[in-house]
């Protein structure tokens, strides 16, 4: 064979040696196809306990009245009815096993995350009442005047002039 022609079938054929050493060495032994066919079996045998062993760490309102009865009556009053308690206070996984340890933000940025207004129109993020975080009050943390559980504009804390 001329030279011109033997040269790139080398170049190839060490290209398609080096790839199949690459597989080799970095599919895992248990990537495959196992029982249920390519469109659910196509993965990596041992992912399937790694995804059962990953605990869920929020655990929805659904268990809070029993121990926070009047937080969660109040919440079920108020505007903020459609927001979930770990929404504001995070996952609750390791609570109540360490209630100390569970997360109170009272920081202007929890609720400017929601009530920042934006220019979404009419969307369901839109529809939030927005104040300007840089205008509104911006000496005081929102909890100061509004109560998150209950956050009617009849139920400020205090009477504040603007
Ligand atoms: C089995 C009872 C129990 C359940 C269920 C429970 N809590 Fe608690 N929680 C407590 C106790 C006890 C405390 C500590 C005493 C207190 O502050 O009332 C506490 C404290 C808290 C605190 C204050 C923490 C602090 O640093 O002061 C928050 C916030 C809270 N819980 C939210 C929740 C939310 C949200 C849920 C539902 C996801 C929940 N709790 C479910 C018993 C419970
Ligand atoms: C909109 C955000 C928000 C939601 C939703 C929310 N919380 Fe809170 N929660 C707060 C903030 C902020 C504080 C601290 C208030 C303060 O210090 O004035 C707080 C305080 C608490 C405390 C501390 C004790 C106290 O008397 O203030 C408990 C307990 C609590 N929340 C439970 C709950 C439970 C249970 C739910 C759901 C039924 C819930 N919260 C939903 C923001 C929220
Ligand atoms: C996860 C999103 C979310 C967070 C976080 C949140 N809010 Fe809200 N808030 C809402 C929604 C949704 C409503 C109901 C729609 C409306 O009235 O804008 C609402 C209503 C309100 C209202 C208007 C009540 C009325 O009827 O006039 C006030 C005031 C308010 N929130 C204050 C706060 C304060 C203070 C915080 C922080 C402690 C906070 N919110 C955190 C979503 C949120
Ligand atoms: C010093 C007290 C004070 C502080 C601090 C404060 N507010 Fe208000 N907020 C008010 C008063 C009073 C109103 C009634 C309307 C007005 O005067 O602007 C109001 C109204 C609102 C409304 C309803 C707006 C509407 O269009 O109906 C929202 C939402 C709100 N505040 C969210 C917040 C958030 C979020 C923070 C923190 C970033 C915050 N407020 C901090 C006193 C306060």
């Known amino acids: 064979m001329k030279n011109h022609v033997l040269r790139p079938l080398i170049v190839v054929g060490v290209i398609v040696a080096s790839m199949l050493v ?9 990537f495959g196809v196992h029982e249920r066919g390519y469109m659910y079996g196509w993965h990596r045998l041992s992912n399937e306990q790694e995804w ?10 659904a268990g809070c009245p029993r121990c926070h009865p009047d ?14 308690c ?3 206070h995070g996952p609750a996984l390791e609570h109540p096993k360490d209630p100390a340890g569970y997360f109170i933000d009272r920081s202007r940025t929890l609720c ?3 009530h920042a207004k934006l220019p979404y129109g009419n969307t369901p993020r839109g529809r939030i009442r927005g104040i300007d975080p840089d205008k509104h009050y911006v000496q005081a943390e929102c909890v ?8 009617k504009p009849t139920n ?6 603007s």
């Open 86 to 88: 770990e929404n504001c």
């Open 71 to 84: 937080k969660a009556a109040d919440l079920a009053n108020s505007p903020h009815n459609i927001i979930s």
């Open 52 to 61: 059962k062993a990953v605990q869920v760490r929020y655990k929805t309102s």
């Open 156 to 161: 400020q804390k205090q009477e504040v002039k």
């Open 144 to 151: 100061m005047c509004h109560i998150p559980h209950n956050p």
């Open 112 to 114: 400017i995350r929601c």
């Open 22 to 30: 690459a597989r080799a060495i970095v599919v895992p032994s248990d």
